[in-house]
């Protein structure tokens, strides 16, 4: 299985100069906890995470409730918080070269680059429903009504 099979394609991305407020609000429409940052030359330069998001407001957010200190997010930019040049991974890279590079640099996400450009990314979450999904089908096809049909 590669990068290319799991990964969520044309991902959202945010704007080095936006603010923290504007990032989180697209994270909770989305749903994800990853922006990839793209410059004003559409380069990718970063990552934004909602946990840079929460080191950098000193609050904890969570799903469903609303941002505390809007006023702080306003005014804070995210090419100020955001990892700047992010590992990376091609769409062609098996998964566990994605999930060896997560747990050897501690990071939840990879952006998929495909040359200079931006294609996808990849989460922590992928790997385990892709892992799942692997078992799964594993446990199907040995199961014993399975191994029956094949033995006849």
């Not at 906890?33 to 330069?45: A, C, G, R």
Request: proline share 7%.
């Amino acid at each position: 299985m590669n990068v290319s099979d799991m990964m969520t394609a044309h991902p959202a991305t945010i704007a080095s100069h936006a603010t923290l407020e504007q990032a989180l609000q697209t994270m909770q429409i989305l749903g994800c906890h990853h922006l990839p940052v793209i410059s004003s030359e559409h380069h990718l330069i970063g990552v934004l995470t909602l946990r840079d998001c929460q080191q950098a407001l000193g609050e904890p957010l969570k799903k469903g409730q609303p941002l505390v200190n809007t006023a702080l997010a306003s005014t804070i930019h995210v090419s100020a918080v955001m990892t700047p040049a992010p590992i990376v991974v091609e769409p062609d890279a098996p998964a566990y070269e994605a999930a060896r590079l997560m747990l050897e640099h501690y990071i939840g996400c990879l952006p998929v680059m495909r040359g200079e450009t931006l294609i996808g990314i990849v989460t922590n979450t992928d790997l385990l429903v892709a892992f799942m999904q692997l078992s799964q089908r594993s446990s199907d096809d040995t199961s014993p009504s399975r191994n029956r049909f094949l033995n006849g």
